[in-house]
């Protein structure tokens, strides 16, 4: 018989099984993102996808951060979510090296098989743990009945008409620009 302890077990989530299962897919991120990281060249060339390395190392990067956020987090169900949206990524940029005269179309639809049953994975984990979450979003609240006046807009007109700037929130003298003091006005000689 299996005991279970709060490292076993992240908090929320009854069913061990399919947090084993992001547990598993966390690894495999991370595991995957080293190698597109490490070997951007050889993909890109495996792949027909010449000049595509930067991008496939930041895919790795993608992986990598996601691989961690499932290990790091007591509830992996959005990093799992981010897995999957990343999966469809993948799928698209892989999708775009079908185009044209690429010589290494059967190694891309081999790589789309590949993602498609990874992704299958991904979706059927999220879903699951999206069941098992115990906290729902709590619900929105309703503003709708809000002016932004505490005491109504008929108290606020004029509101501001017998207000004085306190002295400390003025401009100090040093501080104020330079202005000529106006010299006493004299009566023109011979007017």
């Not at 929320?12 to 991120?29: E, I, N, P, Q, Y």
């Not at 990524?89 to 079908?98: I, K, P």
């Amino acid at each position: 018989m299996r005991y279970e302890t709060d490292r076993t077990r992240r908090q929320g989530h009854a069913d061990t099984a399919t947090d084993t299962l992001a547990r598993g897919l966390g690894l495999f991120s991370i595991a995957l993102g080293i190698a597109e990281v490490v070997a951007p060249r050889t993909l890109a060339r495996a792949l027909g996808m010449k000049g595509q390395e930067g991008l496939i190392a930041g895919y790795g990067v993608r992986e990598i951060a996601t691989g961690i956020g499932i290990l790091a987090s007591k509830d992996p169900t959005p990093w799992i979510w981010g897995r999957v949206a990343g999966d469809g990524l993948d799928l698209a940029t892989l999708a775009t090296a079908l185009e044209g005269d690429n010589p290494k179309k059967s190694n891309v639809g081999i790589a789309m098989a590949a993602v498609a049953g990874v992704t299958a994975l991904d979706v059927y984990c999220a879903q699951t743990l999206s069941r098992e979450t115990p906290h729902p979003l709590p619900p929105l609240q309703d503003y709708s009945d809000r002016t932004g006046y505490p005491s109504g807009i008929e108290q606020s007109h004029g509101a501001a008409r017998d207000f004085e700037v306190p002295r400390d929130f003025r401009i100090p003298d040093a501080l104020r620009p330079y202005t000529q003091p106006e010299l006493p006005q004299r009566p023109m000689p011979g007017l």
